[in-house]
T-cell receptor, first 114, second 117 residues
Framework: DQQVKQNSPSLSVQEGRISILNCDYT??????FLWYKKYPAEGPTFLIS?????DKNEDGRFTVFLNKSAKHLSLHIVPSQPGDSAVYFC?????????????FGKGTKLTVNP | EPEVTQTPSHQVTQMGQEVILRCVPISNHLYFYWYRQILGQKVEFLVS????????KSEIFDDQFSVERPDGSNFTLKIRSTKLEDSAMYFC???????????????FGPGTRLTVL
């Protein structure tokens, strides 16, 4: 049951360039989407979120884009920094009338090379 | 910045034993969650808890699992009789309520690594 899919297990970019992490979902009931970053031996750290009524949300170097018709979202990091190297999880939830449990993708390991 | 804490960081137990994993959510949060991540797999939802009762649970959360908020600050996950397949990282999360960009998000603890032998 892969309601949230991250098809790229890994991504490598040069410092200063843009990192683009992609996520697809299948459940049209999802109305809220989040990105978490995870370092080894730590819990997921909240990065940025977007409601389904929006198509873009920006926070500093991080921007999330949502394409509802394609059931696709992406996280852009620009400029990428070596400290951004981590596993990035896409997550989705049903906020209206739901328990707001998070459904996670499998994650994409981002490596930013100096 | 306030954070979710979890103890112990690592728990080793024998199959069939009971374990209790402890969490201290962020103090003004109202919603509490447990998730787990088996090595190499995705983070999976176990249970959500609000107003002193379970609001939703997954298929994984069978009769061997229970949650409790015993004293208004701690939030515990008990596994009554552990199985080998319960070996995983267990993450606690909490969420507030209200307006603002971050208060409504789930914040995760560092996790407890449970190893069942």
């Amino acid at each position: 049951d892969q309601q949230v899919k991250q098809n790229s297990p890994s991504l490598s970019v040069q410092e200063g360039r843009i990192s683009i992490l992609n996520c697809d979902y299948t459940n049209s009931m999802f109305d809220y989407f989040l990105w978490y970053k995870k370092y080894p031996a730590e819990g997921p750290t909240f990065l940025i979120s977007i409601s389904s009524i929006k198509d873009k949300n920006e926070d500093g170097r991080f921007t999330v884009f949502l394409n509802k018709s394609a059931k696709h979202l992406s996280l852009h990091i620009v400029p990428s920094q070596p400290g951004d190297s981590a596993v990035y999880f896409c997550a989705a939830s049903v906020r209206q009338g739901g328990s707001e449990k998070l459904v996670f993708g499998k994650g994409t390991k981002l490596t930013v090379n100096p | 910045e306030p954070e979710v804490t979890q103890t112990p960081s690592h728990q080793v137990t024998q199959m069939g034993q009971e374990v209790i994993l402890r969490c201290v959510p962020i103090s003004n949060h109202l919603y509490f969650y447990w998730y787990r991540q088996i090595l190499g797999q995705k983070v999976e939802f176990l249970v959500s808890f609000y107003n002193n009762e379970i609001s939703e649970k997954s298929e994984i959360f069978d009769d061997q699992f229970s949650v409790e908020r015993p004293d208004g600050s701690n939030f515990t996950l008990k596994i009554r009789s552990t199985k080998l397949e319960d070996s995983a990282m267990y993450f606690c999360a909490s969420r507030g309520r209200g307006s603002g960009s971050r208060i409504n998000e789930q914040f995760f603890g560092p996790g407890t690594r449970l190893t069942v032998l």
